[in-house]
């Protein structure tokens, strides 16, 4: 049980378009899911904390007009990277919990390359 | 804010061996978990280990326990037994108990089990 899907797990697109990643949690209910970014041998930077139903609250640094989060449904939420740069090539990772308290369960991640 | 610090980048161990991982955390909060997060090659990242704060008892899990220390701010991770498979990128993880629930993640140490 508890099981996230991320897609897709790889994408490369060119500099100044948009990609959007999606995340699902497929045997649960996720009111909050957690979108992290990570540097190649680095830890899991966290860019924001995308709640159900509402905007989501971004961390300090992250730019929000770059990195769109929509989390429409209790199952779905969505990062669109938008007009992106090489520098935003990275690996990105959701997740989510099923409840207050419960261990995060993570996606399978998306390795971004901007050309 | 809470911090995590794992300090040692990386280590090495013979199979069947065990090993302690070591991790250091600073919070002014009194109710919290600590997770211990395993990273192999394919970047997906899997839940070793879960301790709540206000357990006084370490949370074992098979081959992998704990050694919670909450005065000292210390949960160190030993693995007994050693596989190949346990080589992999572990992170040590704070998370407040309430509010957003956010994981802070220290800067994980990359653990090498040798044949």
């Known amino acids: 049980g508890a099981v996230v899907s991320q897609h897709p797990s790889r994408v490369i697109c060119k500099s100044g378009t948009s990609v959007k990643i999606e995340c699902r949690s497929l045997d649960f209910q996720a009111t909050t899911m957690f979108w992290y970014r990570q540097f190649p041998k680095k830890s899991l930077m966290l860019m924001a904390t995308s709640n159900e139903g509402s905007k989501a609250t971004y961390e300090q640094g992250v730019e929000k007009d770059k990195f769109l989060i929509n989390h429409a449904s209790l199952t779905l939420s969505t990062l669109t990277v938008t007009s992106a740069h090489p520098e935003d090539s990275s690996f990105y990772i959701c997740?989510?919990?099923?409840?207050?308290?419960?261990?995060?369960?993570f996606g399978n991640g998306t390795r971004l390359t901007v050309t | 804010a809470q911090t995590v610090t794992q300090s040692q980048p990386e280590m090495s161990v013979q199979e069947a061996e065990t090993v302690t991982l070591s991790c250091t955390y600073d919070?002014?909060?009194?109710?919290?978990?600590l997770f211990w997060y395993k990273q192999p090659p394919s970047r997906q990242m899997i839940l070793v280990i879960r301790?709540?704060?206000?357990?006084?008892q370490n949370a074992t899990e098979n081959r992998f326990s704990v050694n919670f220390q909450k005065a000292a701010k210390s949960f160190s991770l030993k693995i007994s037994d050693s596989q190949l498979g346990d080589t992999a990128m572990y992170f040590c993880a704070f998370m407040k108990q309430g509010g957003s629930e956010k994981l802070v993640f220290g800067k994980g140490m990359k653990l090498t089990v040798n044949p």
């Open positions: 997740s989510a919990r099923t409840q207050g308290g419960s261990p995060l369960h």
């Open positions: 919070t002014s909060e009194n109710n919290y978990y």
């Open positions: 301790q709540e704060a206000y357990k006084q």
